[in-house]
């Protein structure tokens, strides 16, 4: 039941490491009051899918806090560097 344009933005954040909007980051960093006021009516309904799919599906390493979602992301263009 996750929209379709939540679950792209979730695969583009896990494979290219690409920051999802708003109402993701509050969801990707447990701030649930944040969630749910930036949540769409797709997402709002769906909350409860998104959040299954992230502890169930998405790498434990890339959720949990802003500061592992910005290290994640960070990564990235450390690797991109030339950063090991």
Known sequence: ???????????RYVNDRILPGGFLIAVLS?????AV??????????LGDIVKYIYNELPSGCWGSKEIIWKYVEDRFYK???GE
């Open 37 to 46: 006021g930036r949540a769409d009516s797709q997402n709002l309904a769906a």
């Open 30 to 34: 447990n701030d649930l009051f944040g």
């Open 80 to 82: 991109m560097v030339g």
């Open 1 to 11: 039941m996750i929209p379709d344009h939540t679950k792209a933005a979730l695969d």
